[in-house]
């Protein structure tokens, strides 16, 4: 995980080209806004002990990271939304996510703002 690039640059700068700078900034805020809300969720799903809502919520965030390109993140949803290991597990595994997601809007505010 650790080895991955926070951002997909590549199709950030494809983003930036054909949408332009205040479409991204748009981007980015909803899906800070969203993101909120999915990490609330799968959270919830640990707290109810259910795989079902792990795995649906997990997976939705896995989309939305991916559209915006913040490849960290993304990557541990990828490697953690099928897992059935024990629910404490998944505590560690979103904890871990919650920072890779900070990271990854830290490093989308920083690559946008050098625009």
Request: glycine share 6%; with cysteine; proline share 2%.
């Amino acid at each position: 995980m650790n080895n991955i690039e926070p951002l997909d640059v590549n199709l950030l700068e494809g983003y930036l080209d054909s949408l332009g700078q205040d479409i991204l900034q748009q981007m980015l805020d909803l899906y800070i806004q969203q993101s909120k809300t999915y990490i609330e969720e799968i959270t919830d799903s640990i707290e109810k002990e259910s795989q079902d809502l792990w795995q649906a919520r997990c997976h939705k965030m896995k989309g939305a990271t991916g559209s915006v390109g913040l490849l960290a993140a993304h990557a541990k949803l990828v490697a953690v939304e099928k897992i059935s290991g024990q629910w404490p597990e998944k505590s560690i595994h979103i904890s871990e996510l919650i920072n890779l997601n900070k990271q990854a809007i830290t490093a989308f505010k920083t690559w946008l703002a050098s625009k």
